[in-house]
């Protein structure tokens, strides 16, 4: 399996508390027609850290039903428990998802040795392919290229990364380290182009959720050769990429969406609206990029 291009970072859309299945199954669909060329439901952009386990199970289910195979689904599963963790890749698979994406343990800060045997664990119970991702910012814990390498080659079912460290050094690392075969997707927006350069995937992006055609484009120019082309789109994304981090995602992304007529725009605590000042900028930002 071979996961290539701009993968969409899920927005979950709520309405009256609970998932709005009507509003999600619309935006699945505008996504895959403008070119998206994958999804990734309840990851951190998809809030799942607040969907409790059923409503996480729904959500996946619904996401490769609305799909129909037409583009992978890399279904966010991952815990800083095991047993938990396990449990929703099993939850993942059981739905129908190409692959989990799972994120290191947060909070308890495992050692390389502990980072090993929870992936082997999770594989020992629900085999399936995984990318992992190590986001330092959100976890408290930086997947080292070295361990990185350990993990996937106790556990063959590691086939990717989403590295979202913001740091070409360690990107560029990981590449030397797992080498061609191995994914790395960036879960930077801003460091995609330079990513793909030395040898990555693709990205898990959230700003390709308000202009999925733009953020694809720059990655299949890429891969067509069309060097110019894809440092154009590059430039035309980074305001956009700048305005999704007003605020901690998803806060400026799903307003985008909600102003661009996508979705409701309803938050889980403890994550609220966006301040006015940064609600301004936003605005701003999306009439120069005509995405409102």
């Not at 992992?132 to 390498?149: E, F, H, M, Q």
């Not at 990429?241 to 409701?264: D, Q, S, W, Y």
Request: glycine share 8%; hydrophobic share 45%; proline share 6%.
């Amino acid at each position: 399996m071979s996961f290539r291009g701009a993968f969409t970072a899920l927005v979950t859309p709520f309405k009256n508390g609970a998932v709005d299945e009507e509003a999600y199954r619309a935006f699945i669909e505008w996504q895959i027609e403008q070119g998206i060329d994958g999804v990734v439901p309840c990851g951190t952009t998809g809030e799942a850290a607040t969907l409790s386990h059923a409503e996480q199970g729904q959500v996946i289910k619904i996401c490769v039903d609305q799909v129909k195979g037409r583009v992978p689904v890399i279904a966010g599963a991952g815990s800083n428990n095991t047993r938990e963790a396990i449990e929703l890749v099993a939850m993942a698979k059981e739905a129908g998802a190409d692959a989990a994406l799972l994120i290191t343990p947060y909070y308890n800060k495992p050692t390389p040795d502990g980072l090993v045997a929870h992936f082997k664990a999770i594989a020992a119970e629900a085999s399936m392919p995984y990318v992992v991702y190590n986001v330092p910012g959100r976890t408290g814990l930086n997947l080292l290229p070295k361990t990185l390498a350990r993990i996937a080659k106790a556990v063959p079912e590691v086939i990717g990364c989403k590295e979202a460290t913001g740091d070409l050094k360690q990107g560029i690392e990981v590449i030397e380290a797992l080498g061609k075969d191995f994914m790395v997707l960036s879960g930077d927006d801003y460091t995609v182009l330079p990513l793909l350069a030395v040898g990555g995937s693709g990205v898990i992006s959230v700003t390709s959720n308000i202009v999925p055609a733009k953020m694809s484009g720059m990655c299949q120019a890429f891969f067509k050769g069309d060097n110019t082309r894809a440092q154009a789109l590059n430039l035309e994304l980074m305001p956009l990429n700048r305005a999704m981090f007003l605020e901690t995602n998803p806060i400026p992304v799903k307003t985008a969406l909600h102003l661009m007529g996508k979705m409701p725009l309803e938050f889980r605590l403890p994550l609220v609206p966006l301040e006015a000042a940064h609600a301004e900028q936003l605005q701003q930002a999306l009439k120069a990029a005509a995405v409102i």
